[in-house]
């Protein structure tokens, strides 16, 4: 970061971008007490669960170092909202854990602007926090709330209910290729497309909740379906199969790399925060028009079965995944 901020301390910072105390139109009823003091105070409505979610960014390992911080931003509020959207929550508050090279006011007046926007759009206050000095790292605790023993889980599955995934997937990884340079566009909209997928995600947010009392399960796909499929299966004791050929795939993935190229990252880069779900067959087409209401492809791609492990088939013919999902640590 450039263009240090001479003078601007951590109370200052705080103040000038992250607290919405002053705003009247920004502030949720349910907020007893926001930031600004030693913790926030929270009132959950009668009748509901809370939920709670946290993840973090890293500069250089989930975004690069140049990202737009605005994009940073989004993306560090969009990956706990799709959390909020797996177990069909409804989002309502958050706490930004932010540790910065340097208290640039340029850079964090983009960041809060793409962290406050979504949080807006999805009626979310900003509760807390803290700020340090270090590595570029971005934590942000989610929390919202569910009507009582209604939430989704990846637990719930049953041998006979179809897969399906919201959405497109393999996206985010061709946007991270294209934005680090190891791989060159065909088509500028297309290269846009994906580039805004992998910087932009799209939590899922309405369809969880739609999905609350009909699907049996559901997660969201941040680690590569490959990886996150294998924990849904296990969770509910099942094994599952996949038809390589349904997964849906976009216009813009496909005008940009090879088929086998774009299949290998729709099985396995991650990032694109879609829904994968388990929903019994006498419903999936309750839940696919629910999709269309919002604008969004419903796709089946496989079913659960008695067993353990995945088994994936193309063409009629077993087929090997070449990769695996996301892991930190691999």
């Known amino acids: 970061m450039n263009g240090d901020a001479r003078g601007l301390g951590e109370f200052e910072l705080i103040d000038r971008f992250f607290s919405r105390s002053k705003s009247a139109d920004n502030k949720r009823s349910d907020v007893i007490l926001g930031v600004g003091d030693d913790a926030a105070l929270l009132r ?33 509020l969009a990956v706990n909202l799709s959390d909020m959207a797996a177990m069909g929550a409804t989002p309502a508050w958050a ?27 999805h009626g979310v206050a900003l509760v807390g926090g803290d700020t340090t000095a270090g590595p570029l790292t971005v934590s942000i605790q989610i929390l919202g709330f569910v009507a009582r023993d209604m939430a989704l889980r990846r637990s719930g599955a049953l041998a006979g209910d179809i897969l399906a995934v919201t959405g497109t997937l393999g996206d985010a990884g061709a946007g991270l290729a294209l934005v680090t340079g190891r791989l060159a566009g065909r088509e500028r909209a297309a290269s846009d497309e994906l580039i805004e997928r992998f910087e932009y995600p799209t939590p899922r947010v309405a369809f ?40 849906p795939m976009s216009r813009a993935l496909l005008a940009t790399v090879p088929v086998a190229q774009a299949r290998e990252w729709a099985l396995a880069a991650g990032d694109d925060y879609e829904l994968l779900v388990a929903v019994p067959p006498r419903r999936f087409d309750e839940l696919a028009a629910a999709a269309r209401q919002l604008n969004l492809t419903f796709t089946a ?18 087929f090997a995944a070449p990769v695996q999902g996301y892991d930190h640590f691999r």
């Open 44 to 76: 959950l409505p009668l009748g509901t669960d809370l939920v709670a979610a946290v993840d973090t960014i890293v500069a250089g390992r989930h975004f690069p170092l140049d990202s737009d911080p605005r994009s940073i931003g989004h993306r560090a």
């Open 301 to 318: 791609i496989g079913d659960l079965r008695p067993g353990s492990g995945v088994s994936w088939a193309l063409d009629g013919r077993v």
């Open 95 to 121: 706490t930004l854990a932010l540790t910065l090279p340097s208290a640039d006011a340029n850079w964090l007046e983009g960041f809060s602007a793409g962290l406050m926007r979504l949080a807006d759009t």
């Open 208 to 247: 969880g909740s739609s999905a609350r009392g009909i699907a049996s399960a559901a997660m969201d796909v941040s680690d590569g379906l490959v990886g996150d499929l294998t924990k849904l299966a296990a969770a509910s004791g099942l094994s599952a199969h996949v038809e390589v050929g349904q997964l």
